[in-house]
């Protein structure tokens, strides 16, 4: 899990770090209070990626105060052992791994060529006598008279607005919130829940899992921290009560 989120030159660090933490348990007279002790095993990936504690404790069917509690007791240890990585981990949210942005920049010159191309053999006949039709991505085949959309295999022909969708995939990158999408792009919240589920989904297809992966838990992490700056009081309506921007 790590390995997609953290930069190359820390996994060594990380891979030497997670296994230290069996024998940092068994020195630790603190872990006995922090039943199963085995869960720390399980939480320390977790904990170098900065997965919010509510992810923990639903993976792990703990109330988030005791996921709490387990995370800050392995970030003790990096900070003690690893220092330079447990700076990493505290600056993930400003940092982008270099397979992520390799993978990102390859997804949308994938999209760019597609949406671009001008040249398709025909879905039905195969042939290459085709023709593109119309401000969306169809096509007219010269031999066998039939019209077919290159979108619809990738699902990607029941979203609108292809103008929007090399933005999208920026914010997406960001793990910005549906509200801020809305406000960026001018799509509404529905719109940008739907379009997430496709994008990430046409992610995986394609091969483009590190990327997948990073934008789901930029996102997470995001909704995570707008949910500690409510708890805290920083975020509020004009009436001067709080706001959960979740979407």
Same mark, same amino acid.
């Given at each position: 899990?790590?390995?997609?989120?953290?930069?190359?030159?820390?996994?060594?660090?990380?891979?030497?770090?997670?296994?230290?933490?069996?024998? /940092?348990?068994?020195?630790?007279?603190?872990?006995?209070?922090?039943? $199963? !002790?085995?869960?720390?095993?399980?939480?320390?990936?977790? #904990? +170098?990626?900065?997965?919010?504690?509510?992810?923990?404790?639903?993976?792990?069917? %703990?109330?988030?105060?005791?996921?709490?509690?387990?995370?800050? !007791?392995?970030?003790?240890?990096?900070? *003690?052992?690893?220092?330079?990585? @447990?700076?990493? !981990?505290?600056? +993930?949210? *400003?940092?982008?791994?270099?397979?992520?942005?390799?993978?990102? *920049?390859?997804? =949308?010159?994938?999209? #760019?060529? %597609? %949406?671009?191309?001008?040249?398709?053999?025909?879905?039905?006949?195969?042939?290459?006598? #085709?023709?593109?039709?119309? @401000?969306? /991505?169809?096509?007219?085949?010269?031999?066998?008279?039939?019209?077919?959309?290159?979108? =619809?295999?990738?699902?990607?022909?029941? +979203?609108?607005?292809?103008?929007?969708?090399? $933005?999208?995939?920026?914010?997406?990158?960001?793990?910005?919130?549906? =509200?801020?999408?809305?406000? *960026? /792009?001018?799509?509404?919240?529905?719109?940008?829940? =739907?379009?997430?589920?496709?994008?990430l989904g046409i992610m995986e297809l394609q091969g &483009?899992?590190?990327?997948?992966?990073?934008?789901?838990?930029?996102?997470?992490?995001?909704?995570?921290?707008?949910? %500690?700056?409510?708890?805290?009081?920083?975020? &509020?309506?004009? #009436?001067?009560?709080?706001? &959960?921007?979740?979407?």
């Amino acid at each position: 899990m790590y390995h997609s989120i953290l930069p190359n030159e820390q996994h060594s660090a990380a891979e030497r770090f997670l296994q230290q933490v069996p024998a /940092l348990i068994a020195a630790s007279s603190l872990c006995r209070r922090l039943k $199963p !002790v085995a869960l720390l095993i399980d939480i320390a990936p977790m #904990t +170098l990626i900065a997965l919010p504690h509510s992810l923990i404790a639903n993976k792990f069917q %703990l109330s988030p105060r005791a996921a709490q509690r387990r995370d800050n !007791v392995i970030r003790q240890w990096l900070a *003690q052992y690893e220092p330079d990585l @447990y700076q990493v !981990v505290l600056n +993930l949210a *400003q940092t982008t791994p270099a397979e992520v942005s390799r993978q990102a *920049q390859a997804f =949308k010159l994938w999209l #760019t060529e %597609l %949406l671009g191309t001008s040249v398709m053999p025909c879905h039905y006949c195969g042939s290459l006598s #085709t023709v593109r039709i119309g @401000y969306r /991505l169809n096509f007219r085949c010269r031999t066998c008279r039939r019209t077919f959309n290159p979108l =619809k295999k990738y699902y990607l022909d029941k +979203l609108s607005h292809c103008e929007l969708w090399l $933005p999208f995939v920026d914010l997406l990158l960001q793990g910005e919130t549906f =509200k801020t999408i809305n406000r *960026q /792009l001018g799509i509404n919240t529905d719109t940008a829940a =739907k379009w997430q589920r496709y994008f990430l989904g046409i992610m995986e297809l394609q091969g &483009f899992l590190v990327l997948a992966n990073y934008c789901q838990i930029k996102r997470r992490q995001r909704c995570r921290q707008i949910w %500690l700056d409510v708890q805290a009081g920083t975020t &509020f309506l004009p #009436t001067g009560k709080s706001h &959960f921007r979740s979407k």
